[in-house]
Structure formats: C-alpha cells, structure tokens
C-alpha cells in the first residue's frame, strides 16, 4: 500500500511523453486514461489511509537521494493532505474531457503539459521533504506558462511573463526563509535534515524576530500564490488568457498551494509572529475580498468576473486560517472553502468555456437570455452560480458560514469587526453574480454580431450568431460530476469536517499554545458563562469543532 502514493504521483510524469508521441487522433483519449487512472489511484489511497488517525502520517514512502546533505523523495499524507489530491485527480479528467473540442491545434503539447503539471501538484501536497515540496511546489510554474503562453487569448504572451514573474519571485523569497530554517536546525553541526515535521519542531524555537522574518519570507511566496491583495493583479489577466483547462486547474487546485502552504508552514512553524500579525493579515485579507467583490460589479467580460470572484474567495479562506483561538471553526471553514471553491469556481470556467467555443466572444453585452437556446447549460449556469454564492444547501455555504464564523468567534486573533466586514462580501458576491445571472441566462435573447467588429444590428437580425447548440453528451458528462459533488458536500459536510479535526488541531497547537500563554499573562479575566445566560453551551463537547483534540477518542 505505501507504494500508492508515489504511483499516483509519478504515473501522469511517466505517460506525459507517452502521450506526446502518440499518434493525434489518440492523445484525448490517453490523456483522459491517464487522469482516470490516477483518480482510481487516488482513491484507492483514501480506502487504505486510516481516517481513524487522521493527523498521523500515512502511506509514508522514502526514497534516498543525496544522503550527504539530508535530499529524500519521502512521501506520506494527512487527512488534509489526501483530500487536496482527491481534489486535484477529481478535477483532472473533466480539465480534460472539456478540452476535447476546444484544443484543436498542437495537441501533443497541450495534454504533455497538462499531464507535468498534474504530477506536479500532487508531488506538492504529498511531499515530506522540504526539497521535494519545493522542487513540485515551483515547477507547477513551467507548465502553466506553457499552457498560458502557448494555448491563451490574445495577450497570452503578457499573461505567462506577469505569472511567471510574480510567482517565481516570491517563491525564491520563500525559498530564502525555509533555507533559513534548516541551516538553524543543524545548530551549527553541518547535518542538514529537510524532513518538514523535524524542521517544524525546529522552526519554532526560534526567536521573536527570527520567526517574524521566516514568516515574512513565507508570506513572500504563499501570498502571491493564493493571492492576496494588493498581491492579486496577476490572476485575473492569467484566468483570462489562460484556455479553458488552465483557468480550471489554476482556480480548483494552484490557488490553494498557497493557502495549502500556509497551513503547513507559516502557521506551525512561526507561532508567535502569526499571533502577532495576525490582525494585519485578516484586514489585508478583508480589504481584498470587499476590494475584488467592488471590481467585479464593473466587469463586462464574464470570464474576468468569475476570476476577480475568486480573488475575493480566497480572502475568505485566509481570513478562516488566521481566525485563532479556544476552537478550530475559522481553519476548518477556510479547508472546506478550498475543496468548495475548487469545485463550484472550476465548474464556472468550465461553462464559461463551453460558451466560449459557440460564440467566440466573453462579452456580457453581446450574450443575453441564453436560457432560450441553451436551458441544460443555463441550469448548470444558475446551479453554480447559487453554489459560489453560498446558497444554504450547496457546498459553498458551509465553508463560508464556518469561516465567518470563526472570524467572529476568535477575539485574540481577529475579531467581530473582520467578520461584519467581511460579510458584507458574501452581500456583495450576491449581487454582482446574481446580476451576471440575470443578464446572461434570462432576459431577451441577444447574440453576438457575427462579426464583433461591425455595428449589432438587432438580436434576430441576419448579422447575428446563429443560435448556439445546447450542451452534448460530452459537456454534461463533463459538468455532472461536480454538480453532484458540489450538492453532496452542501447537505452532508460532516464526513469531511470530522476527518479535519485532528490534524488541523496539529498544525494550530503551536498557536494555540501562544494564545493561551499570552492570556495567562494577562490574568484572570471575568467572564459571563453561558449558564448564566440561560443559553445552551456552543461548540459543546460533542460538537466536532469543539475539543479537537478529542476528535479521535469519539
């Protein structure tokens, strides 16, 4: 069993150049064997992991490299680790299944660079050595800004340069920090170990203003990756130009290598600078979901909209991870978004691709009432939409609600202030994707002039589209999946939120620990208890947020 892991990881690597020198007619097909394969891996690896012990290391699997200065290919995951993979195999195959028509010139590189760019990402949530992870964790950029530069929009070329330069910058900043990091873990005796849980424990006996420098290193980096505001301008050009796959690889699983990096990094390895910067990160957080939620009110371009959106949502995702205190609401909430946005955001895209190859154009003005030509694309339309903007029942919502939540409910790190203002976005989010809604599915039919160039006559006129064909058998099949996933984590959450608890209380201990030592400083404080107002106990210790440390014993 402990070879799963390492297969998964490897197989799109191995069938990458296998695909590229197969014949044209059979690359869709390979390709989609490929990621299908890695999904069944995948899950096989799910039914094998104990989710008993959820926060333990498992399938560990080490591979010596260069033993002088500590170098291994060591594997293993967590519960949070395996479901970011589930995540990434999930998406795979319908990246795939969606390009079949719209990639009709240099395939071979397209599925190649497809394929690099899956085991990469795996490579980075299963790895355990530093190295490993870094190596993985940067080398996602290479084939991204091949499928941007190559297989993008009309402004590709600017889009790869600015992806590549901010990303690759901030990574070698974060590069600088983790280094730093284990030459002190060596104490001066020259025997360097990379393992992330040995440099974990290390990283935190390091002093004040030594951990505010490594988090700030890490910031550099994971900032930029998720990204934060003013960290941001990149995405929404690279979503843009990016082809359909891309910006649903890019939206569903490369934005949370930052936050993923985060929880992995910053949090238990730099516990007393997170404490202290905490505030600051949730008001930058805060700033760029209202800011991004503003900019997208005045999108005329729907893809652009949707990749703004996600900018906003990801300010929500860090601002559950900074939402420390007595209870794991804020970092359960923020993993759940993760998994939610990467379904419900990579869905848009694709929807927003398929319309794309009928009418060329991602204009708002020029697509209208498309519900009365396309009603099985306008469903899946609203259907991710209501998902995306929290609608109770769909999987958006828990994540959000349990974010702000734990916002609200965490007074040493954030506060009610975060959680009020941050609210204002999930209002925000409502109207300006609702308004694109309304404009795009319903309403008037209205058609893109067949040349774009020329005046629009009127919508029926004879300079008009005709009207598109609604969805195939292909594109259903495509969107299907994620409907029902997206549907399933909206009404029963649980499983997943009870397999989080444990090792998200692993990560959050060393901050936790600060919080409380900082209150035993300050003394007792008086407080009114819940009995006393007559108010039932929550979380109680029945609840899976609360006592997390518990969560195995029950």
């Not at 080398?139 to 402004?155: A, C, E, M, N, V």
């Not at 889009?159 to 070698?172: D, I, K, P």
């Not at 600060?514 to 300050?522: F, G, H, I």
Request: aromatic share 12%.
């Amino acid at each position: 069993m402990n070879a799963l892991i390492p297969l998964m990881t490897l197989l799109p690597l191995v069938m990458a150049p296998v695909t590229f020198a197969l014949l044209a007619y059979k690359l869709n097909w390979h390709a989609l064997a490929t990621t299908l394969l890695t999904l069944a891996i995948s899950i096989a690896a799910a039914f094998a992991f104990d989710w008993k012990h959820a926060d333990t290391l498992q399938l560990v699997t080490v591979w010596p490299w260069i033993s002088d200065f500590g170098f291994t290919f060591s594997f293993g995951v967590d519960a949070i680790s395996l479901c970011l993979v589930l995540l990434t195999t999930f998406l795979m195959p319908l990246a795939v299944l969606g390009s079949f028509a719209a990639i009709q010139e240099r395939r071979r590189e397209f599925f190649f660079w497809l394929l690099m760019l899956e085991s990469a990402m795996l490579g980075t949530f299963v790895a355990r050595d530093l190295i490993f992870f870094y190596i993985c964790f940067e080398f996602t950029l290479i084939p991204l800004f091949f499928l941007i530069g190559i297989f993008g929009s009309t402004q590709r070329l600017r889009a790869a340069r600015v992806f590549f330069l901010y990303t690759f910058t901030g990574s070698m900043l974060t590069l600088a920090g983790l280094l730093f990091v284990a030459w002190h873990a060596t104490g001066g005796s020259g025997r360097w170990n990379f393992d992330i849980s040995y440099l974990t424990a290390a990283a935190q006996q390091l002093s004040y203003p030594q951990q505010m420098l490594v988090l700030g290193a890490l910031l550099a980096g994971f900032a930029v990756k998720v990204p934060l505001f003013p960290l941001h301008t990149w995405l929404p050009l690279a979503h843009t130009e990016a082809p359909t796959a891309g910006s649903v690889i890019l939206a569903g699983v490369l934005l949370k290598l930052g936050t993923y990096g985060l929880l992995r990094f910053a949090l238990p390895m730099t516990p007393q600078a997170i404490v202290a910067l905490a505030p600051y990160i949730g008001l930058i957080a805060v700033i760029g979901i209202l800011y991004t939620a503003l900019i997208c009110w005045v999108q005329k371009d729907l893809k652009k909209l949707i990749a703004y959106s996600s900018v906003s949502h990801l300010g929500f995702c860090v601002l559950g991870l900074f939402a420390l205190g007595s209870n794991l609401i804020g970092p359960t909430g923020s993993v759940l978004y993760m998994i939610n946005h990467g379904l419900s955001t990579g869905a848009l895209f694709l929807c927003v691709g398929m319309i794309y190859e009928r009418l060329h154009t991602r204009e708002m003005r020029h697509m209208q009432g498309l519900a009365k030509v396309m009603p099985v694309w306008s469903f899946f339309m609203v259907f991710f939409c209501l998902a995306s903007v929290g609608l109770p029942g769909l999987n958006g919502f828990v994540g959000e609600f349990l974010t702000l939540l734990g916002a609200y409910t965490s007074p040493h790190t954030l506060g009610q202030p975060y959680a009020v203002a941050a609210g204002f976005g999930m209002i925000f989010a409502a109207i300006y994707i609702l308004y694109m809604v309304g404009k795009v599915v319903f309403g008037p039919l209205v058609l893109p002039p067949a040349d774009l160039h020329a005046p629009a006559t009127t919508p029926a006129g004879p300079a008009h589209h005709a009207a598109p064909k609604d969805l195939n058998f292909r594109e259903i099949v495509t969107l299907a999946p994620l409907a029902i996933a997206c549907l399933a984590l909206g009404l029963y959450p649980q499983p997943v939120i009870d397999c989080l608890q444990s090792p998200l209380e692993t990560l959050t201990h060393p901050v936790t620990s600060v919080v409380q030592a900082q209150m035993s400083a300050q003394g007792p404080v008086t407080a009114v208890t819940s009995e006393e107002k007559n108010l039932p106990d929550w979380p109680s210790d029945t609840s899976p947020l609360a006592n997390p440390g518990d969560a195995e014993h029950r």
